[in-house]
């Protein structure tokens, strides 16, 4: 099992960045970020298994960077240039173990407003 503990959520207004952490508690094999937006399904944000492998939705692309630091088996999401559209709770994701399992965080709320 893996527990993983989000951080770095919260008002910002537009223009403006934030950087979301994700710890996880043991080594994983991927780890990325969706969001849900209030009345919408939830959506990939962006996600990581090596530097010279992410993937990154087309909707952010350019304005969010994701990054991980296998020390500290964790992921980061830099966002810049944030826009209202935004707004969503970012749930961090980890896929780990030889039978690949997914764990999810508990949701970090971003809100873009002014």
């Known amino acids: 099992q893996v527990q993983l503990v989000e951080s770095g959520g919260g008002l910002v207004q537009p223009g403006g960045s934030l950087r979301l952490s994700c710890a996880a508690s043991?080594?994983?094999?991927?780890m990325g970020w969706y969001r849900q937006a209030p009345g919408k399904q939830r959506e990939m944000v962006a996600t990581?298994?090596?530097?010279?492998?992410?993937n990154v939705a087309d909707s952010v692309k350019g304005r969010f960077t994701i990054s991980r630091d296998n020390g500290k088996n964790t992921v980061y999401l830099q966002m810049n240039s944030l826009k209202p559209e935004d707004t969503a709770v970012y749930y961090c994701?980890?896929?780990?173990?030889?039978?690949?399992?997914?764990?999810w965080g508990q949701g970090t709320q971003v809100t873009i407003s002014s």
């Open positions: 994701y980890a896929d780990y173990g030889i039978i690949l399992r997914r764990a």
């Open positions: 043991r080594s994983t094999f991927s």
């Open positions: 990581i298994i090596s530097s010279d492998n992410t």
